[in-house]
């Protein structure tokens, strides 16, 4: 027999991911639930944590740990009505721990519900006809797409699609309506199957991004499939189709890399709902079930060979793509404030410091969800777009917007991101969220004093390396080793399409301060005209660019680049010995 991993066995065994969730559910002697289950709940959306900060302290006093749940809604595209985003508010004010947290993956995380909780959390939100039904697990993620509502026909058009794309990936699996929703358990009946999942599912989660040059918002190439809206005028004629791209990896395992996607071709809007299909079903079908650390599919990329790759996708298409049409990006990040629409209406993006919403900017867009008649747009980059703001709601939206208190950001802060980390995520090797900010506030400091406050360079940090906040595509990223300890990258490009390579191990605060104030007084006194930071350090000799580095692990190189768009026509960036 074919080895397999745990979780492939917890899958078979789980009837359609039920498992005995709904049996844990009822046991009200412990916060927490049975391990099997805790794997069967993630394509449920939902994940058991515990507080960090407290173990130690409730060891100490031979408590259980302090074990709450995170629940993750599916929302392609990010689109919400205000009602929805009322809804949201109250479960988290009302269930949670009184915060909102804006993902890298368009969606909102609840955080802090405990078991009692748990269950009446879910079903507010199916009453809010939304659902978290494959926001996490071996299934396809909530698909993401750029958010451009000012030009409000291609908006339709690339958010239709995402609800397709999501719509058709989901499990046939009844089991969250039966779990959370019903409280029973349905016998008898039609058998169930899963035609495009499989009855394991898939070897690995899956992730969907669709980006609208020269908009790379969502980071098309960070994710194992990846689509790219060529748009004539005002109509999306199809999309480029980019594979094998993902930001996990695992510190001093060589074999494990980051991963940009390669483009392999063009299709129609009618065809990308199959095109999809096709690729998950070779992932499901060619992926690693052994070793879930290379069971993404950049490794089953990596391992069978692009070239194989495509022919098995042309194969059960039964045409080949056309080929790849030009394009070209120029940045990640959002806009901020005002933008006008072209039909007349405005939309107004707000910055969320690392997505998290509380306090009085929690309760600040609530109300102003229960005045406005258009739509909430979470971002990629974490952030909201308070979207279709007709004229005559302008006023009475900006008033609103100023009772928030926001203050204003730096341009570094505004082009930030970083993951949840402590002390909630049980991946978290560093801090990461709470963190940042007071990096930034340093180097803002730095910035300014060699006249940089003005420039744009992103900055992503987590606190680990499954790179959650897409570290590895930032100018400037951060990847958490140890307590206060970060691996820094450099290289990055501005508009993502290049990867970033390790420049210093395992830094401490000020090593990062002083690792980077150098490099940026030699960028305001050097750097050319329109050159970015990331590509700068590489002209500069402090990391090396090669015609090698579409994938790295440890200080190798492999694969091409070459995407259109790609600053300057560097490829990767290559670490100088740290």
Avoid at 324 to 330: D, G, I, K, L
Avoid at 333 to 343: C, R
Avoid at 359 to 383: C, K, S, W, Y
Avoid at 483 to 506: E, I, M, Q
């Amino acid at each position: 027999m074919t080895e397999r991993s745990r979780n492939e066995v917890i899958k078979e065994g789980s009837n359609f991911l039920r498992g005995t969730i709904a049996e844990g559910l009822r046991d009200q002697v412990t916060g927490a639930i049975a391990e099997d289950d805790t794997q069967l709940t993630k394509f449920h959306g939902i994940y058991l944590q515990d507080d960090r900060d407290l173990r130690a302290e409730r060891a100490k006093k031979k408590m259980e740990k302090a074990f709450s749940f995170m629940a993750r809604v599916r929302i392609p595209a990010g689109v919400l009505t205000p009602a929805q985003w009322i809804a949201l508010h109250d479960i988290a004010a009302e269930r949670g721990n009184g915060t909102l947290r804006l993902t890298t993956r368009q969606t909102i995380q609840f955080h802090g519900l405990i078991k009692s909780n748990l269950r009446p959390a879910i079903q507010a939100v199916h009453t809010a006809l939304l659902d978290t039904i494959a926001a996490c697990g071996d299934v396809n993620r909530n698909v993401i797409a750029s958010v451009m509502p000012q030009h409000r026909a291609v908006d339709a058009t690339i958010a239709a699609m995402a609800r397709a794309i999501s719509t058709n990936l989901l499990p046939h699996s009844q089991a969250w309506h039966e779990i959370w929703i019903d409280d029973a358990l349905v016998a008898g009946g039609e058998q169930e199957d899963e035609p495009i999942l499989g009855r394991t599912y898939l070897p690995r989660k899956f992730k969907i991004a669709i980006a609208v040059p020269p908009q790379n918002d969502t980071d098309v190439f960070a994710h194992d499939l990846g689509l790219i809206a060529i748009v004539q005028g005002s109509r999306v004629v199809g999309y480029n189709v980019a594979v094998g791209g993902g930001m996990g990896m695992t510190h001093g395992e060589p074999d494990t890399f980051p991963r940009t996607g390669d483009v392999i071709g063009f299709c129609r809007p009618e065809q990308v709902v199959g095109v999809c299909a096709a690729i998950v079903t070779i992932q499901r079908d060619w992926g690693d079930r052994a070793d879930r650390k290379h069971a993404r599919l950049k490794y089953t990329i990596e391992r069978a060979g692009l070239d194989r790759f495509v022919a098995e996708l042309h194969e059960r298409l039964g045409y080949g793509l056309a080929p790849e049409q030009p394009y070209r990006f120029a940045r990640t990040g959002d806009a901020q404030g005002w933008v006008a629409g072209e039909d007349g209406n405005a939309h107004y993006f707000l910055f969320i410091e690392n997505g998290r919403v509380r306090g009085a900017m929690l309760d600040g867009l609530r109300a102003i969800a229960v005045v406005h008649e258009g739509r909430f747009v979470l971002t990629p980059n974490q952030n909201l777009v308070i979207a279709d703001v007709a004229p005559k709601r302008r006023p009475a939206i900006e008033g609103l917007l100023v009772r928030l208190g926001q203050s204003q950001s730096s341009v570094l802060r505004r082009n930030a991101m970083a993951c949840v980390a402590l002390p909630t995520c049980g991946l978290a090797l560093a801090e990461s969220e709470r963190y940042l900010p007071d990096l930034i506030t340093a180097l803002d400091d730095v910035m300014a004093q060699h006249g940089l406050q003005n420039e744009e360079i992103t900055i992503r940090m987590t606190g680990c390396p499954n790179g959650c906040a897409r570290p590895y595509l930032a100018e400037i990223g951060l990847v958490g080793t140890a307590p206060g300890r970060y691996n820094l990258y450099l290289g990055g490009a501005f508009d993502g399409t290049r990867l970033s390579k390790l420049y210093r191990r395992g830094i401490d605060h000020a090593g990062i301060v002083a690792a980077l104030a150098p490099l940026f007084a030699l960028y305001a006194s050097e750097r050319i005209a329109d050159e970015r930071f990331g590509a700068f350090v590489i002209r500069k000799g402090h990391v090396h660019a090669t015609l090698a580095g579409r994938a790295f692990h440890a200080d190798v190189d492999r694969g091409t680049v070459g995407h259109a768009g790609t600053e300057h026509g560097v490829a990767a960036a290559v670490v100088t010995p740290a």
